[in-house]
């Protein structure tokens, strides 16, 4: 009903269960001109009523999630499909939609300055757009190349930089522009790191460590000069060790600035992380995580080979993993948001709005945004979404508006339905083409 209604209509949704203050209340949500609105002010200030009500039929009205680490998917990687940029990102954009994501960092992997350059620039129009075309881009997630040969992953080694005796103008060199960027991924451990995290924390950039060999003593070195988040916590980072936790170490240490979290992504897919390790994370510190799908191209294709980052071959199994190619290196995952959050419940053995908060709230404080996404405040922009107790996802609303329905799919301003089957089609040689 309010799909069809003008923006500035007031719309009340009830019958349903909120996500406010950690916990699922029964209450009403009140949205106009894109906005959630208090309806005490309503009521008592305006005295207005609403001009339509929806029945939620007793689902779950949760704010839309957050997924700050997204490499591509649905045949679009990002670092390689440098030809078409806006168009790759909004077909992702478009469909992670169906999956209750309304905002989204799209992750680079290491990579040259051209392409970083290219990326940078061309999709810059995207940024905190105010149209329901697709989940929002909050940003460019910069994963690399400033990271340690030893645990790369899936990035080319042969792009893998350190920091040279210039610091962060070897940074301003590789990126050539930070405009766009809401995160870099890096190893603490390289030298002149220190003076790099604390110039990007001063310039707004969220920095989180990863892909690393750091131990405990550097970790804890890197937050104390502005670091805050942990990339893919327990991947590409060395194991703990009780005389030498690593990273890992940082989910308990006690020196931690006052008044600073640490967050850490992790990808709860069934996959990267074992549900033992997931619930250590989540029991020693709640607070601090924020889920990720670390999605790759494949995600939402079938079993095959495809290309990553331009160079990599990567293969997607029936189990649902995706390694580099003639190695047990996993490339990323092909889990979809909403399922990572309901392995996360199961894993980690917790409530329904902590397991929701890890994919909203908790990013969202991360990239210091929880006044405008992540909640369903008075005030706050009004993408959220339903769904069942299983966390199936039933609708997604961006800025107040349908633009999916579990029965009817998604809503297309183009008019233009996704193919997917052509978008699976359209790979020739491992090389996606699902842009033309």
Known sequence: MSSILPKSALVQYRNC??????????????????????????????????????????????????DVQINGGFGVDFSSRTDNVVTSINLVGREILAHGVTAFCPTIISSGPDV???????????????????ATVLGLHLEGPFISKEKRGAHPTDIIRTFDKDGF?????????????????????????DEVIKELT??????????????????????????SFITHLFNAMLPFHHRDPGIVGLLASDKIPAGRTVYYGIISDGVHTNPSAVRIAYKTHPQGAVLVTDAVAPMGLAVGTYTFGGTIQVEVTKDGKAYVIGTSTLAG??????????????????????????????????????KERGTLGYGSQADFVMLDDELNVLATYLAGSK??????????????????????????????????
């Not at 699922?24 to 009500?53: K, Y």
């Not at 290219?118 to 940024?127: D, M």
């Not at 998604?410 to 699902?434: F, I, M």
Request: contains cysteine.
């Open 17 to 66: 269960r909120l996500l406010r203050d950690h916990q699922l209340v029964w209450d009403d949500l009140w949205v106009r001109d894109g906005v959630i609105e208090d309806p005490r002010r309503l009521f008592w200030e305006e005295r207005v009523m609403s001009h339509a009500q929806v029945d939620c039929k007793g689902c779950i009205i949760s704010p839309g999630f957050i």
């Open 116 to 134: 970083y350059q290219k990326i940078s620039t061309e999709c810059s129009t995207l940024y905190n757009r105010s149209d329901t075309s697709g």
């Open 169 to 193: 103008e070897d940074v301003l060199q590789m990126y050539t522009s930070l405009d766009n960027v809401a995160i870099v991924t890096l190893a603490p451990e390289l030298p002149h790191s």
């Open 202 to 227: 001063r310039r707004g950039v969220k920095v989180s460590v990863g892909h690393s060999m750091a131990n405990l003593e550097e970790s804890e070195q890197a937050v104390e000069c502005g670091a």
């Open 333 to 370: 995952s092909v889990a979809t948001m909403d399922r990572c959050v309901r392995i996360f419940r199961s894993s980690a053995r917790c409530s329904t709005e902590s397991a929701l908060e890890a994919a909203t709230l908790h990013p969202a404080r991360m990239l210091g945004i929880e």
């Open 403 to 436: 633009v999916y329905d579990k029965t009817s799919g998604l809503s297309n301003p183009s008019g233009k339905s996704v193919d997917r089957e052509a978008t699976k089609r359209s790979w020739q040689g491992g090389v996606v083409n699902a842009c033309t």
